[in-house]
């Protein structure tokens, strides 16, 4: 990709704020309701990246996180959740837990949540996360650059994390709740596919406003007319806040509303989250 502003010409997102509106209280909500089964509630568990990011996190601690997950999954007849996402520093900590199984190592990277910090370091970071076994990477775009129009800037810093990332599934954090408006949560989202992320997500988890239904549906747009422009499938992860089944049949209804069947399985769809599946467990017993 030779100019990324001139790549993002062909795309349009004006009068998306009102058709998100009727839809998201009209049909979407039907369909939510329609979807609340425990089918679904299975295909979330499948769908998740399993995450400990605490400041208080330890080695054991992680080893306890992981060992506790594989008996609550056996326990309850469960799917395997798709991964387990920690900081990069337990990454063989997990590697080792999930021996075994076929759920992914996943790490944040590239100096998360912020992402203030020298190139050079985030993609040591990473180049580390992969050496210790790192299956999936989450990363942080440059929010301020985001805001300021600095797309370029932004391309180019992410293709350098792509580079390092080769073999790994790169997922990109476009921090949906700072970016605010329609046109930056578009943007950044075609920026971030541009620059080869396989996943494209919407929060850290570490702001006040994390995931939004209008800010997902933003860029399930973004995305769907990316794959019509490029005939490339991106995955969109849903993280920040994501506790309750209520609010991920949601947000898998609005996927499958504006992306369509083919992004409805683990390789197009996650949940980031810490407490989703004891919600899970809860409403199946019901």
């Not at 129009?149 to 790994?168: H, M, T």
């Not at 860029?219 to 993280?239: N, V, Y």
């Amino acid at each position: 990709m030779e100019n990324i502003l001139e790549a993002l010409t062909v795309y349009n997102w004006v009068n998306l704020e009102d058709r998100i509106q009727f839809e998201l209280d009209g049909v979407i909500e039907k369909e939510t309701a329609l979807a609340y089964c425990n089918e679904n509630f299975e295909f979330c568990v499948s769908c998740m990246d399993y995450t400990s990011l605490k400041v208080t996190d330890t080695q054991n601690s992680i080893t306890v996180f992981v060992a506790d997950l594989i008996k609550k999954l056996k326990k309850n007849a469960l799917p395997d959740v798709a991964s387990v996402c920690v900081y990069p520093s337990f990454t063989s900590t997990v590697k080792e837990g999930l021996a075994g199984t076929p759920i992914k190592t996943a790490v944040v990277g590239a100096c998360f949540p912020a992402a203030h910090s020298f190139l050079s370091v985030k993609l040591a970071e990473c180049r580390e996360a992969i050496a210790a076994g790192a299956d999936e990477i989450d990363v942080v775009l440059s929010v301020g650059d985001i805001m300021e129009g600095n797309y370029e800037a932004v391309y180019r810093e992410l293709s350098a994390i792509r580079e390092v990332c080769s073999g790994v599934v790169l997922k990109v954090i476009i921090e949906s709740g700072e970016l605010k408006t329609t046109e930056h949560i578009f943007n950044a989202t075609l920026v971030a596919a541009y620059a080869g992320a396989d996943f494209v997500k919407t929060s850290t988890g570490k702001v006040p406003v994390n995931a939004t239904p209008e800010a997902v549906y933003t860029m399930c747009e973004a995305l769907k007319q990316f794959h019509q422009q490029t005939g490339r499938m991106i995955g969109i992860k849903i993280s920040g806040g994501i506790t309750k089944v209520q609010n991920a049949i949601r947000y898998l209804t609005i996927v499958k509303h504006v992306l369509g069947e083919g992004w409805i399985s683990p390789r197009y769809f996650r949940i980031g989250t810490s407490q989703l599946l004891d919600d899970v467990l809860k409403e199946m017993k019901k």
